[in-house]
């Protein structure tokens, strides 16, 4: 099993352009959701999602969009970048809501300029 | 909205000392966990507590989570180099949706 995948690991961005970051996992899990890391600040949650069809807004959810057609994919899409959202974004699944243990990609390196 | 604090933020100690980070909550939670994260990696988990007042130990690790389940604490007894890394709280809510990191304590261990 690969576990969670994230696509792409470093990215450049222009300030107005648009991207989607990828996440898939193969665990069937259910709870998926995005988190950016910066410094000082931890992990925050952007969106989650506690099964195909179902998001929710997390904490800092303002410029960026989400949707769980599939169970295994989770895209973030950014529909236009802003400096501010320079960040390392990581996806996680666990295979509940109520689930213990969440299993995280390797992290996408976003840059905006 | 919940917000999980942390402290320290930062700490450094030489190989062989105690450490201890402390988690605490704006409201009450279903459970706490706890990831590690080593400097360029991603968030590991280490555990998760789900009792009011429950302790558990790992090897040189104890967490505990307070009775009133709105904090939680992790001691690491007599550090070595390889716990070098991020400690991150994590706090589900009580509608099981939400999973808050705390801000983290990042340790730096000096041989």
């Known amino acids: 099993n690969a576990g969670v995948t994230q696509t792409p690991k470093f990215q450049v961005l222009k300030t107005g352009q648009s991207m989607t970051l990828q996440c898939a996992q193969d665990?069937?899990?259910?709870?998926m959701s995005w988190y950016r890391q910066d410094p000082g600040m931890g992990l925050r949650l952007i969106h989650y999602?506690?099964?195909?069809?179902?998001?929710d807004q997390g904490e800092v959810p303002n410029g960026y969009n989400v949707s769980r057609s599939t169970t295994e994919d989770f895209p973030l899409r950014l529909l236009s970048a802003a400096p501010s959202q320079t960040s390392v974004y990581f996806c996680a699944s666990s295979y509940s809501r109520r689930s213990t243990e969440a299993f995280f990609g390797q992290g996408t390196r976003l840059t905006v300029v | 909205g919940q917000q999980v604090m942390q402290i320290p933020q930062y700490q450094h100690v030489q190989e062989g000392e105690d450490f201890t980070t402390y988690c605490n909550s704006s409201?009450?939670?279903?459970?706490i966990q706890w990831y590690k994260q080593r400097p360029g990696g991603h968030p590991v988990f280490l555990i998760q507590?789900?009792?009011?007042?429950e302790v558990k130990k790992q090897k040189r690790l104890t967490f505990q989570f307070g009775e009133a389940k709105k904090n939680s604490s992790l001691h690491i007894t007599a550090t070595q180099t390889t716990d070098v890394g991020t400690y991150f709280c994590?706090?589900?809510?009580?509608?099981?949706?939400?999973?808050?990191f705390g801000t983290g304590t990042r340790l730096l261990v000096s041989p």
């Open positions: 507590l789900v009792k009011s007042g």
């Open positions: 999602s506690v099964g195909a069809g179902i998001t």
């Open positions: 409201t009450t939670l279903s459970n």
């Open positions: 994590a706090g589900l809510n009580t509608g099981f949706q939400k999973l808050v």
């Open positions: 665990m069937n899990h259910e709870y």
